[in-house]
């Protein structure tokens, strides 16, 4: 994601980064048979996090023998294609709170592998001049 924000290109900035954890990546492909060119859609939304990790999980993909076609959508077409068939996957489900409404309405329709992120955090930062220590402090 800093490649990205620095004005490398996505998938130049992916590929860099599996070129730079070679170990970590191969515990995620060991055991996975290569494939000939069988294509998959992965849907994603314009958010750092998701461009990168989305650009990585193409590139890791592509390494074992598929053909990968990134489409950026909003989203709500991003689940409602999952839920449909007219997209493979999603790398950037951010449950369970962000996205917790689509989940519950397309849920049955895609099948939920879990979590590819651990121990991270969503929150609100403001600029350094505002006297403001807390979301409580927003009531004020």
């Known amino acids: 994601m800093n490649l990205v924000q620095e004005g490398n290109d996505p998938a130049d900035a992916a590929a860099q980064w599996v070129s730079e954890n070679e170990e970590l990546v191969s515990t995620w492909t060991e055991g996975v048979d290569e494939v000939d060119g069988e294509e998959l859609t992965i849907l994603y939304v314009a958010w750092e996090d998701v461009i990168a990790s989305s650009h ?3 590139n890791v993909l592509e390494s074992v023998g ?3 076609d990134l489409v950026q959508v909003d989203a709500g077409p991003m689940w409602a294609g999952v839920a449909d068939g007219s997209g493979d996957a999603i790398v950037g489900a951010w449950l369970p709170t962000t ?3 689509y989940y519950a309405e397309y849920e049955g329709k895609f099948e939920d592998l879990g979590a590819n992120l651990t121990g991270t955090k969503l929150g609100l930062v403001v600029p350094a001049y505002m006297d403001i220590d807390s979301i409580e402090d927003l009531k004020e």
């Open 66 to 68: 598929y053909e990968v």
């Open 99 to 101: 996205h917790a409404d």
């Open 56 to 58: 990585v999980v193409e």
